[in-house]
């Protein structure tokens, strides 16, 4: 039995009701929010493994939440939107959800990416993992046991998708990975054409790990190809 925790915050009850009889059905234990306001009051009092979140609700919505949940937390956040467009999901994606989904959507598809991301994020947060990983580049310090990344004494919180995008080029150095290939082995699923998601979250990894992330210092562009971290020299 599943002992993981799901919030799932959105205005419309039909959505609520339906939900959590697919969420129930699988184990998980489900708390529910009608607007943002109310899901950071949940935060405060229960430990939540995943968030599911309407953008559009009164009092606070899911965007203002969302900010708010980034400053002390990094369990993933998947955005419900009856806003579909392009620009509305790389907006959602710039500031800290870890995926999109539009409304009117499959129950059976949002578990599966639920479930996806509950894996991506047990690999970093189990307390069963004692072996100390650490990945240095440069001055950046990537320790995979303990999903923490430093860089000069500072703290660095990244978004579990973030990691595992950074992890993948850190532990691959010198090899130039496709957004394709990265989309694919980070997702676990099919790239789409005109996906821009890998792009987002590499531009928002930029922004927390490098000084001018104008001018990367770790993460480079491959142009036309991908991305890589350049092999570290012994």
Request: hydrophobic residues 40%.
């Amino acid at each position: 039995m599943s002992s993981q925790s799901i919030l799932l915050v959105d205005d419309e009850a039909e959505i609520v009701h339906l939900m959590k009889i697919y969420l129930q059905n699988e184990n998980f234990l489900l708390f529910t929010a009608q607007n943002g306001s109310e899901a950071l009051e949940i935060l405060k009092k229960h430990t939540i493994d995943l968030i599911v979140m309407d953008v559009m609700m009164p009092i606070m919505d899911g965007i203002e939440a969302c900010m708010k949940m980034r400053e002390k937390h990094n369990m993933p956040i998947i955005f419900l939107s009856a806003k579909g467009q392009e620009v509305d999901k790389i907006n959602g994606l710039s500031i800290g959800a870890d995926d999109y989904v539009t409304k009117p959507f499959s129950p059976l598809e949002l578990v599966a990416r639920i479930k996806s991301h509950l894996r991506s994020y047990s690999r970093y947060t189990s307390s069963q993992q004692t072996n100390f990983d650490e990945i240095v580049i440069d001055d950046l310090k990537i320790n995979i046991a303990t999903h923490e990344i430093m860089r000069e004494n500072e703290v660095i919180q990244l978004t579990p998708r973030e990691f595992s995008i950074l992890e993948l080029l850190a532990r691959n150095q010198g090899i130039v990975f496709s957004i394709e290939q990265i989309y694919e082995k980070v997702w676990k699923e099919a790239y789409l054409e005109s996906n821009n998601t890998v792009m987002v979250h590499i531009r928002k990894i930029r922004e927390k790990i490098e000084v001018i992330p104008r001018k990367p210092k770790y993460i480079k562009t491959v142009w036309g190809i991908g991305y890589k971290i350049e092999k570290q020299k012994n």
